[in-house]
């Protein structure tokens, strides 16, 4: 089995910065793309961030500028790093890792439970 274990979450004031963290455990052969979503009341869920194993980024347009994700793979753990924060950044904020748990297995994406991030105007 694969557990994503989130931190960092809390109540913030608008213009201020929080950094999220989600470390991966278990057994697993490879962690391969590590992303953040989040999903509002009454709102579709949206990718925020996304880092592949190599490093390369993608971000979206809404945050662009204001957020930074980043990993480390020797501790198999991704942040997101929220600077300038608005109201509208309000969220439940979920991690997904896409993990190859064995040579021979198909990749599989995995969820983190979700940390709540209340931005105050």
């Known amino acids: 089995q694969v557990q994503l274990v989130e931190s960092g979450g809390g109540l913030v004031q608008a213009g201020g910065s929080l950094t999220l963290s989600c470390a991966a455990s278990g057994r697993f052969f490879k962690i391969n793309t590590m992303s953040w979503y989040r999903q509002a009341p009454g709102k579709q869920r949206e990718l925020v961030a996304a880092i592949t194993s190599g490093g390369n980024t993608n971000y979206a347009d809404s945050v662009k500028g204001r957020f930074t994700i980043s990993r480390d793979n020797a501790k198999n753990t991704v942040y997101l790093q929220m600077n300038i924060l608005k109201p509208e950044d309000t969220a439940v904020y979920l991690c997904?890792?896409?993990?190859?748990?064995?040579?021979?297995?198909?990749?599989?994406?995995?969820w983190g439970q979700g940390t709540q991030v209340t931005v105050s105007s």
């Open positions: 997904n890792a896409d993990v190859l748990q064995t040579v021979l297995t198909r990749p599989y994406g995995f």
